[in-house]
């Protein structure tokens, strides 16, 4: 079989990888091409058609800003895709432009298989009518949304997260603060997110709690996208080091962490790691999504707790001062964290065991199989 794989941003590139390398041991004959980043393109053998780098874009102004780009990489794709002329499509997350890519191939017949749901039960849940229209089979890592769908009369496979795939196959670097020159004082991990704009609103105040947490050192954990003279416009003299490729090496040897929302929240809370949730965008972005979104929280743990299980700072409320007060219950205050390691002990409980990549694996597999035949 001939699969085409789309991911494009840093986590679906990782949850892509994967489930190439899932695929490979299923279907003997499979053959990629692949829309990601280095992680796919390591797994499949491949180089990108277009790398992850050069694709996501984040809030309404940024996409905005970006429209060009976004029209160009469709164009580029679609031409792409009817030039390979793939078994089956395989989608992943991402959904501004993966939604446009499987209206499109499911218009010449390919197979349209999605991995890891749009979040559209947060905003916009209207697009389920497309997805129903447009995707064959859905793959959910969230255990709520089999219910959102079904309100739908859409069934869904869920397979688990791959999240737990990833910590459960990374061999821990037990030299990690001597191989990155580290000393033994304990370590505050930032991670400030993947995309420019991300980086730009909050690293300057993670940054600033250097002067908070003196017998702390702090540690970013770098995107792949950015090398480290372009985080240094932002440490300048201080003495805060920047690791790539090792945040779960790092969070492993956090105290704690002041986390961007998105995926790494999650990896945050599968790791146990006392975090500080953190968001900050375009003062318009912000305006329109607490207009538009429909849920309660913005981190993936308390999402998926359905309660407040770490502490959010969003826009106004995420500001140094606010993050070093939570920040230094979650060190000294025993009682609190405790409380929040008791509330990852139930996160581990509602997403089970990993195998997502293999068992979304089976079933596209199975699907392609069995609709060909």
Same mark, same amino acid.
């Given at each position: ?8 941003? $840093? ?20 053959? #990629? =091409? ?25 809030? +309404? ?9 976004? =029209? ?12 390979? @002329? ?10 501004? +432009? ?5 209206? %499109? ?42 219910? %959102? *769908?079904?309100?739908? @009369? ?21 030299? #990690? ?7 033994? =004082?304990?370590?505050?991990?930032? /991670? ?16 600033? /709690?250097?002067?908070? #947490? ?10 792949? @996208?950015?090398?480290?003279?372009? *985080? ?11 690791? +790539?490729?090792?945040? *779960? ?29 953190? *968001? ?10 607490? =207009? /538009? ?19 959010? +700072? ?5 500001? $140094?001062? $606010? ?27 509602? /997403? ?19 609709? $060909?035949?």
């Amino acid at each position: 079989m001939k699969y085409y794989l789309i991911a494009g941003e $840093t986590s679906g590139d990782l949850h892509g990888a994967n489930l190439i390398k899932a695929l490979k041991k299923e279907d003997a004959e499979a053959n #990629f =091409r692949i829309v990601g980043g280095d992680q796919m393109s390591g797994a499949s053998g491949q180089t990108p058609l277009i790398h992850t780098s050069e694709m996501a874009f984040m809030g +309404f102004v940024e996409v905005v800003k970006n429209l060009g780009k976004i =029209r160009k990489n469709l164009k580029l794709v679609k031409e792409d895709i009817t030039k390979e @002329n793939p078994d089956t499509l395989i989608l992943i997350d991402f959904p501004g +432009f993966n939604l446009k890519i499987a209206e %499109f191939a499911k218009k010449r017949g390919i197979r349209v298989c999605y991995y890891i749901s749009p979040k559209i039960w947060a905003w916009n849940q209207g697009r389920v009518h497309k997805i129903k229209r447009v995707v064959d089979h859905m793959f959910c890592i969230l255990p709520f949304e089999v219910d %959102f *769908y079904k309100k739908y @009369n859409y069934a869904v496979d869920y397979v688990g997260n791959p999240l737990l795939d990833a910590i459960s196959q990374h061999t821990f670097n037990a030299s #990690f603060k001597q191989d990155n020159e580290l000393n033994e =004082r304990p370590i505050i991990a930032l /991670l400030p997110g993947s995309r420019q704009m991300e980086i730009e609103k909050l690293l300057p105040v993670m940054v600033d /709690l250097y002067y908070l #947490f003196p017998a702390h050192q702090l540690v970013i954990a770098g995107a792949p @996208n950015f090398d480290e003279y372009y *985080y240094q416009r932002y440490i300048g003299d201080l003495p805060i080091k920047v690791v +790539f490729q090792q945040t *779960y090496d790092l969070l492993k040897h956090a105290e704690a962490a002041v986390v961007t929302s998105g995926t790494a929240t999650l990896e945050t809370g599968i790791l146990k790691v006392p975090q500080v949730v953190v *968001y900050k965008a375009n003062k318009l972005t912000v305006f329109l999504a607490r =207009r /538009l979104v429909k849920v309660e929280f913005i981190s993936l743990v308390n999402l998926i707790n359905g309660f407040l299980s770490v502490r959010e +700072f969003i826009q106004e409320e995420c500001d $140094t001062r $606010t993050i070093a007060d939570e920040l230094g219950e979650l060190i000294t205050n025993k009682e609190h964290r405790a409380s929040v390691l008791e509330n990852y002990d139930i996160l581990a409980e509602k /997403l089970g065991s990993p195998g997502a990549s293999e068992k979304a694996a089976k079933l596209i597999v199975q699907y392609s199989s069995s609709e $060909t035949n």
